[in-house]
């Protein structure tokens, strides 16, 4: 297995029942370090680029909106098999099928309002990255 990096968002919804401590220990739990964070309150523009590939679908106006509702944390991943084993942590996009333990289970309200993103293969994950950290804005552990 490889060792791969992923780009999490903790969503509005899950920022507001500050729920992050439990969230990041979720992470840790699962192998995944925490390369890279940031806070913030994504504009309009910044959510509406995030989610373009959603542009066409019904869902897109309403998830920019919550996505820009209030402040997200975001952060970079590293581990094994990271982008799938950030998912299977995560739980299915609608909390009402994700699996007990997972974190839509556990912190999601709906399927919009679902706690939390993740990077879903390796060329994206390299995309939303490099979107919110640049080019260097990740720190390897060097212990
Ligand atoms: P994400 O991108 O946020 O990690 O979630 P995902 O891969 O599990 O789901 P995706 O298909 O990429 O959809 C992105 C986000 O859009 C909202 N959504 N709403 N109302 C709906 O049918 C619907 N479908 C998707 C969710 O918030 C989902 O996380
Ligand atoms: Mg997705």
Known sequence: MAVERTLSIIKPDAVAKNVIGKIYARFEEAGLQIVAA???HLSEEQAGEFYAVHKERPFYGDLVSFMTSGPVIVQVLEGENAIAAHRDVMGATNPAEAAPGTI???FATSIDENACHGSDAP???AQEIEFFFGKDGVCPRTR
């Open 38 to 40: 940031r806070m913030m």
């Open 104 to 106: 839509r289970a556990d």
């Open 123 to 125: 060329e994206t994950a």
